[in-house]
């Protein structure tokens, strides 16, 4: 279900748990998930399925109920999204953590987020969409333009390797719409780089103005995959989001 490394990890700590979003898998996570290994954090890096809001959040419910203790769960992209809705009620999660993610409001749908600033060109960069057995479709993005529309920060090399190996998502992924937001009871941070094609940096700080962000960090120059091109500044956030629960629950 999902792929849980704690050979080094801390049992007093917050666990940690990663989910990737549309046209990546865990291994996008790669370089945060070895920081935070380095200081000692138990982390899941979750196998989104990228089936539609309402299928991904069921699974990731699933995977939060098999976590014992305190919980830090962060999102990318689309995987925003899902932990919007996987936390509510879950108390548990004692931080979100959104890395260049949608933050939708109860009712809203990613599609919809999308169309609210102008100068989006993802939906130029995706191949026509393949039909699903179910009768939904799913739709990736054109290898060609995965690097300067995803991925521009990262050695084109990298970006080719990624781009052939990207996961379809459902378009139900963009229509679903979100049930009430874990943001407004879990305290929120949000980093993404100035320069993402994917979610334009306006999005994301009109999301994290509205959920209260209680830190957010805009990357000069970074692209939509900063936790690839940047995993030192997202890993330093997730700690500083299970720190915060640590100083308040030991004032307390």
Same mark, same amino acid.
């Given at each position: @279900? +999902?792929?849980?490394?704690?050979?080094?990890?801390?049992?007093?700590?917050?666990?940690?748990?990663?989910?990737?979003?549309?046209? *990546?898998?865990? +291994?996008?996570?790669?370089?945060?998930?070895?920081?935070?290994?380095? !200081?000692?954090?138990?982390?899941?890096?979750?196998?989104?399925?990228?089936?539609?809001?309402? =299928?991904?959040?069921?699974?990731?419910?699933?995977? /939060?109920?098999?976590? !014992?203790?305190?919980?830090?769960?962060?999102?990318?992209?689309?995987?925003?999204?899902?932990?919007?809705?996987?936390?509510?009620?879950?108390?548990?999660?004692?931080?979100?953590?959104?890395?260049?993610?949608?933050?939708?409001?109860?009712?809203?749908?990613?599609?919809?987020?999308?169309?609210?600033?102008?100068?989006?060109? /993802?939906?130029?960069?995706?191949?026509?969409?393949?039909?699903?057995?179910?009768?939904?479709?799913?739709? +990736?993005?054109?290898?060609?333009?995965?690097?300067?529309?995803?991925?521009?920060?990262?050695?084109? *090399?990298?970006?080719?390797?990624?781009?052939?190996?990207?996961?379809?998502?459902?378009? *139900?992924?963009?229509?679903?719409?979100?049930?009430?937001?874990?943001?407004?009871?879990?305290?929120?941070?949000?980093?993404?780089?100035?320069?993402?094609?994917?979610?334009?940096?306006?999005?994301?700080?009109? @999301?994290?103005?509205?959920?209260?962000?209680?830190?957010?960090?805009?990357?000069?120059? =970074?692209?939509?995959?900063?936790?690839?091109?940047?995993?030192?500044?997202?890993?330093? @956030?997730?700690?500083?989001? *299970?720190?915060?629960?640590? /100083?308040?629950?030991?004032?307390?």
């Amino acid at each position: @279900m +999902s792929n849980q490394l704690t050979s080094s990890s801390d049992p007093s700590k917050a666990t940690v748990v990663l989910v990737h979003g549309a046209f *990546a898998d865990s +291994s996008s996570w790669n370089g945060v998930v070895s920081r935070l290994l380095d !200081q000692g954090y138990p982390v899941v890096a979750a196998a989104n399925p990228l089936r539609g809001l309402k =299928a991904d959040t069921a699974y990731l419910t699933s995977v /939060l109920a098999s976590i !014992q203790g305190p919980v830090v769960l962060v999102g990318h992209s689309y995987g925003g999204a899902v932990i919007t809705n996987a936390a509510t009620g879950n108390s548990n999660v004692i931080g979100l953590v959104y890395v260049a993610a949608f933050a939708p409001d109860e009712g809203e749908a990613a599609g919809e987020l999308q169309d609210r600033f102008p100068g989006n060109t /993802l939906g130029q960069a995706l191949a026509p969409p393949v039909g699903l057995p179910d009768a939904g479709a799913e739709v +990736s993005i054109q290898q060609d333009k995965f690097w300067t529309q995803f991925a521009a920060d990262i050695p084109e *090399a990298d970006a080719k390797l990624a781009a052939a190996t990207q996961r379809p998502v459902s378009l *139900a992924a963009f229509t679903d719409p979100s049930a009430a937001p874990a943001w407004r009871t879990v305290p929120s941070r949000f980093v993404y780089g100035d320069q993402d094609k994917a979610i334009l940096a306006a999005l994301h700080a009109f @999301m994290a103005e509205r959920a209260g962000s209680r830190q957010t960090v805009a990357i000069k120059g =970074a692209s939509h995959v900063v936790m690839i091109s940047h995993p030192d500044e997202v890993a330093e @956030m997730i700690q500083q989001s *299970a720190l915060a629960h640590t /100083l308040t629950a030991s004032v307390a």
